[in-house]
């Protein structure tokens, strides 16, 4: 199990956030369109994902608060699925690119629920 909460691990899975969250703050506007529309405040919902996904990506690298951030991490995932990505399904122009996100998001939200539960195992060990 320690394999699993290892360095390397956290590493891989954080800075794959670190690329996504800097990458909506410079594309904002491509990731627009993807902001439901009864969510007001448009943009800046996008520039707050980014952030969170910098900050939550250095935490986990940090290791300071990492079972929090994965716990964090994983309910915000499966809140974008919920509101973003399975309405997006009902849209013939982001019907394909949604349910690979579904996917990917429902499976990174999954990564993080691990970590999170080796994290507290290995807490009580």
Do not use: Q
């Not at 627009?32 to 529309?37: A, D, F, I």
């Not at 994965?70 to 919920?82: G, K």
């Amino acid at each position: 199990m320690k394999i699993i909460t290892s360095k390397p691990v956290r590493l891989i899975y954080a800075i794959f956030f670190a690329i996504l969250g800097i990458n909506h703050i410079i594309n904002a506007g491509t990731y627009l369109h993807y902001v439901p529309s009864f969510m007001p405040g448009g943009i800046i919902w996008v520039f707050l994902i980014g952030t969170f996904l910098i900050v939550a990506s250095l935490s986990i690298i940090l290791n300071k608060y990492t079972k929090a951030t994965c716990l964090a991490l994983s309910l915000v995932l499966l809140l974008i699925v919920f509101t973003v990505h399975i309405p997006g399904l009902f849209n013939p122009d982001f019907m394909k690119i949604s349910m690979i996100n579904v996917l990917k998001d429902t499976g990174l939200a999954g990564g993080g629920l691990i970590i999170a539960g080796v994290i507290s195992a290995s807490e009580v060990e």
